[in-house]
């Protein structure tokens, strides 16, 4: 038995209604991963990617159980515990966009109003004055370009990346941990 995470819509994938927890779902096809059978992740960090709504589950797998580094898959699974994660989304996807911002030379008051406040009624004007500003870094860099620069940035995009993504999954595993009452390091 594998403890998971895994994220539920209104329905699961193939239109069945999401479970009640503690009840069994049992894949009778064949088990492939990212094809057939019930799919979790052992890290609630890698379950994001493959949300098709915003109720976390915490799952137990069971049965023939195909793993590759981010997901598995397996015959059966059933839901342990449950959260709706919308306004923790919500939360962590500000931060993120928060702990970018040493990029940016100048944002506007309006979108730091937003990512600090998460204040739905500034949402529109935030993601409008962050598109402009986008588009407007996207056209100088286009102008600047040369090959040693790229490969510069490439390299160091690279390392930021995955130094963002590292700090980025601590941060959702603490979110995690809160909403579940889990140990902090009780996530993975």
Known sequence: MIRAWHFVGDTLRDGRPVPKDGVWLEHRGPILIGQSGLHASRDAFDALQYAPGPVLCLVECDG???EQSDKLVCRRRR???RKDA???LRYFARMQALSTLQYWSDPPDVVLDYLMTGDEAMR???RDAARDA???AARDAARARDAARDAARAA???AAWDAARDAARKDWHALVAEAFGLPKGGVQ
């Open 79 to 81: 839901i342990v515990a």
């Open 64 to 66: 023939d159980l195909i």
């Open 124 to 126: 529109a004007a935030a």
């Open 156 to 158: 160091a995009w690279d």
């Open 134 to 136: 986008a588009w407007d």
């Open 86 to 88: 919308s306004e923790g």
